[in-house]
């Protein structure tokens, strides 16, 4: 259906930015534009936890709150991409980051979905922010 490959991590001080990128490879009959795309990450020790989501159509990004103000959502669907602006980074973004595609829900519904229900992920990119 698709693959998805993430980069960008990287280790930072506190307050700087990162952009992270997600490239998909999608499947032969599938188009990159029908599927919702969402950043989540995985703190040291810890669950995984929603970070941001886009819906094919670009309206209406979501971010948890954790991050909204500082992190942006995009996508480029010419280019299969998705991508994470993150500013004013701090020692409590610390994590791995990981991509994922979904087509079966709706924005509202992703971003609320526990992580273990969602089957396209990328392999993680690092992000380290130190004090």
């Known amino acids: 259906q698709v693959q998805l490959v993430e980069s960008g991590g990287n280790l930072v001080q506190a307050g700087e930015s990162l952009r992270l990128s997600c490239v998909a490879t999608v499947a032969e009959g599938y188009t990159f534009n029908m599927y919702t795309m969402g950043w989540w990450r995985q703190p040291p020790g810890k669950e995984r936890e929603f970070v941001a989501a886009?819906?094919?159509?670009?309206?209406?990004?979501a971010y948890a709150d954790s991050v909204r103000g500082r992190f942006t959502i995009s996508r480029d669907d010419a280019k299969n991409s998705v991508y994470l602006q993150m500013n004013t980074l701090k020692p409590e973004d610390t994590a791995v980051y990981y991509c994922?595609?979904?087509?079966?829900?709706?924005?509202?519904?992703?971003?609320?979905?526990?992580?273990?229900?969602?089957?396209?992920w990328g392999q993680g990119t690092q992000v380290a922010v130190s004090s």
């Open positions: 886009i819906n094919w159509s670009g309206t209406t990004p």
């Open positions: 994922n595609s979904d087509s079966s829900r709706s924005l509202a519904n992703y971003i609320k979905s526990p992580p273990s229900t969602l089957r396209v």
